[in-house]
T-cell receptor
Framework: EDQVTQSPEALRLQEGESSSLNCSYTVSGLRGLFWYRQDPGKGPEFLFTLYSAGEEKEKERLKATLTKKESFLHITAPKPEDSATYLCAVQAGYTGANSKLTFGKGITLSVRP | DSGVTQTPKHLITATGQRVTLRCSPRSGDLSVYWYQQSLDQGLQFLIQYYNGEERAKGNILERFSAQQFPDLHSELNLSSLELGDSALYFC???????????FGPGTRLTVL
């Protein structure tokens, strides 16, 4: 069974204090690893897709990286508006139940001004 | 705005009742997924439809059912509601089976 573990559960940073969020996964055959941002009471907002080990994607202050066992979401010089829950999900295939996303429980990030 | 719409935003009902949640996917997307999000379980996959046909089921209760219509919108029907069914219900759509899924704003269901 596919599993996704995110750590830490919560992270409090001072504005400008860079850090990394971890996502460890176990999947039979990874087709994609996804990062989403979710604000309270809202739907997850797509951030990145990573397909193979060594791949990196960047968007503003966020950079996602992927190895064969884990992914990191690096946040450089965060601002208070980066406060949200960050979700990691894996996809094991492109057909049937394999195309579903298996999510971790998320990391709640708070950035203090 | 992801382009996925869901109605209603909030739903408050009593135990034993039946409700219907509606989802319209992004224009051009053929695949619709339904997820349930509760505080203790996180986001859990319920069911997937592709171009009108059911393609995959997750841990969906027998009291729950769904369908996708010819115009590609989808409905999730929840019946004999219990207190534990209170949660956020999201639908997501994608162009095909794999790849990115784009989520709607969700329906918050409260069962009293």
């Amino acid at each position: 069974e596919d599993q996704v573990t995110q750590s830490p559960e919560a992270l409090r940073l001072q504005e400008g204090e860079s850090s990394s969020l971890n996502c460890s996964y176990t999947v039979s055959g990874l087709r994609g690893l996804f990062w989403y941002r979710q604000d309270p009471g809202k739907g997850p907002e797509f951030l990145f897709t990573l397909y193979s080990a060594g791949e990196e994607k960047e968007k503003e202050r966020l950079k996602a990286t992927l190895t064969k066992k884990e992914s990191f979401l690096h946040i450089t010089a965060p601002k208070p508006e980066d406060s949200a829950t960050y979700l990691c999900a894996v996809q094991a295939g492109y057909t049937g139940a394999n195309s579903k996303l298996t999510f971790g429980k998320g990391i709640t990030l708070s950035v203090r001004p | 705005d992801s382009g996925v719409t869901q109605t209603p935003k909030h739903l408050i009902t009593a135990t034993g009742q039946r409700v219907t949640l509606r989802c319209s996917p992004r224009s051009g997307d053929l695949s619709v997924y339904w997820y349930q999000q509760s505080l203790d379980q996180g986001l859990q996959f319920l069911i997937q439809y592709y171009n009108g046909e059911e393609r995959a089921k997750g841990n969906i209760l027998e009291r729950f059912s769904a369908q996708q219509f010819p115009d590609l919108h989808s409905e999730l029907n929840l019946s004999s509601l219990e207190l534990g069914d209170s949660a956020l219900y999201f639908c997501a759509s994608s162009v095909r089976y794999g790849g990115e899924q784009f989520f709607g704003p969700g329906t918050r269901l409260t069962v009293l």
